[in-house]
């Protein structure tokens, strides 16, 4: 069974920074893209960041370009997002979501992690 | 930016009858597009992909169509497990956009 599982969210000051993980497991998690999706309190869903399977492609929504960065280590199954500057409209769940076909970065996401929350408020 | 706009936002439906809901791509995404559904407290959850392929697991009742700019999810016979968020996605290039969102409600 593949699961996705989130960590490393909690409340933050604004200008501070926060690097949330998702740890993999139940697939072969260097044969899929990988990405974040982040969802503000009772608002709709948002595309945040991905990665390619081998790291060479990698892409950021405009509102968080130049802050956030996506990583990921294929030896132990793990994504991760270096979040900088956070700001308040930064405030949401993050989910971690698999690639929903091998190798191709342009692909559904299939499944999602349950997500972490992370709030940014003084 | 690829903008997708659902609709309607809202939508009342009784058990067991049809829900058709639809979504708009500002350009084209071939047949790039996905459905999901969000129940309250519950990360999303793939539907159809491919504009009209079935995610493993998921009932027959629900059908994709379309391509291009217009896209359609129908719901055959409303169960009561249906009633929830659902989102539509593109995924022709990046940024990946959703729509934001129709909530199938009972009516």
């Known amino acids: 069974e593949v699961q996705l599982v989130e960590s490393g969210g909690g409340l933050v000051q604004p200008g501070r920074s926060l690097r949330l993980s998702c740890a993999a497991s139940?697939?072969?998690?260097?044969?899929?893209?990988m990405h974040w999706v982040r969802q503000a309190p009772g608002k709709g869903l948002e595309w945040v960041s991905g990665?390619?399977?081998?790291?060479?492609?990698?892409g950021y929504a405009d509102s968080v370009k130049g802050r956030f960065t996506i990583s990921r280590d294929n030896a132990k199954n793990s994504l991760y997002l270096q979040m900088n500057s956070l700001r308040a409209e930064d405030t949401a769940l993050y989910y971690c979501?698999?690639?929903?076909?091998?190798?191709?970065?342009?692909?559904?996401?299939?499944?999602w992690g349950q997500g972490t929350l992370v709030t940014v408020s003084s | 930016e690829k903008v997708m706009t659902q609709s309607p936002a809202t939508l009342s439906v009784s058990p067991g009858e049809r829900a058709t809901l639809s979504c708009r791509a500002s350009?084209?995404?071939?047949?790039?597009f996905a459905w999901y559904q969000q129940k309250p407290g519950q990360a999303p959850r793939l539907l159809i992909y491919?504009?009209?392929t079935r995610a493993t697991g998921i009932p027959a009742r629900f059908s994709g169509t379309g391509s291009g700019t217009e896209f359609t999810l129908t719901i055959s016979s409303l169960q009561s497990e249906d009633f929830a968020v659902y989102y539509c996605?593109?995924?022709?290039?990046?940024?990946?956009?959703f729509g934001q969102g129709t909530k199938l409600e009972i009516k």
């Open positions: 979501a698999k690639g929903g076909a091998e190798i191709a970065f342009l692909t559904w996401f299939d499944p």
């Open positions: 139940g697939f072969t998690f260097d044969d899929y893209a």
């Open positions: 996605q593109q995924y022709n290039n990046w940024p990946y956009t």
């Open positions: 491919g504009a009209s």
């Open positions: 350009q084209s995404v071939n047949s790039n």
């Open positions: 990665i390619s399977w081998n790291s060479g492609s990698i």
